[in-house]
T-cell receptor, first 115, second 109 residues
Framework: GAGVSQTPSNKVTEKGKYVELRCDPI?????LYWYRQSLGQGPEFLIY????????DSGLPNDRFFAVRPEGSVSTLKIQRTERGDSAVYLC?????????????FGPGTRLTVL | DAKTTQPPSMDCAEGRAANLPCNHS???????VYWYRQIHSQGPQYIIH???NNETNEMASLIITEDRKSSTLILPHATLRDTAVYYC??????????FGTGTSLTVIP
């Protein structure tokens, strides 16, 4: 079956612009996660959705970052007034449920470059 | 919160067993240990997870010490395609994965 997909694969934008990154989880997976990975570092948790609601958004760095999942499937990560420090690979993952034993399946990521 | 400590890099000869250690001395009783790996330019890939008992699947074995303060991932016959960054993870705050910086494993021909 299809895995987690993310679009676009690459995004180049200018400082101050607004960007949206999309994640299509595995069909039927109720839990969805966003991570950010900077060069040479492991993925850093941003936000976790269970269904349509954000169950844990404690990893969002500031109020320029926002994510939605209106129908409990596709999710969009939105970044306002982008800064050069936002450049990173943004990873999305989904899991069947939200329990501690559920394996997370990751997408290939979106590489964001802020000039 | 439980965090993990891993060596930054390791080498392993092709065909030999790769043993990747991880310390998680502050792990809580109900926190699982997960291992993921990330091949360059790809998303992380699940390998194995466990709570108390040793686990084995088609990819690897996971050995967890009795006090649960450390674990070892074993790739029994490493191949060149196993070259990747390996992350030892414990669940924090219910659903977050804390990845750390992982171990960069290089399998040498």
């Amino acid at each position: 079956g299809a895995g987690v997909s993310q679009t676009p694969s690459n995004k180049v934008t200018e400082k101050g612009k607004y960007v949206e990154l999309r994640c299509d989880p595995i069909s039927g997976h109720t839990a969805l996660y966003w991570y950010r990975q900077s060069l040479g570092q492991g993925p850093e948790f941003l936000i976790y959705f269970q269904g349509t609601g954000a169950a844990d958004d404690s990893g969002l760095p500031n109020d320029r970052f926002f994510a939605v999942r209106p129908e409990g499937s596709v999710s969009t990560l939105k970044i306002q007034r982008t800064e050069r420090g936002d450049s990173a690979v943004y990873l999305c993952a989904s899991s069947r449920g939200g329990s501690a034993v559920d394996e997370q399946f990751f997408g290939p990521g979106t590489r964001l470059t802020v000039l | 919160d439980a965090k993990t400590t891993q060596p930054p890099s390791m080498d392993c000869a092709e065909g030999r067993a790769a043993n990747l250690p991880c310390n998680h001395s502050t792990i809580s009783g109900n926190e699982y240990v997960y291992w993921y790996r990330q091949i360059h330019s790809q998303g992380p890939q699940y390998i194995i997870h466990g709570l108390k008992n040793n686990e084995t699947n088609e990819m690897a074995s996971l050995i967890i010490t009795e006090d649960r303060k450390s674990s070892t991932l074993i790739l029994p016959h490493a191949t060149l395609r196993d070259t990747a960054v390996y992350y030892c993870i414990v669940r924090v705050f219910g659903n977050q994965f804390y990845f750390g910086t992982g171990t960069s494993l290089t399998v040498i021909p």
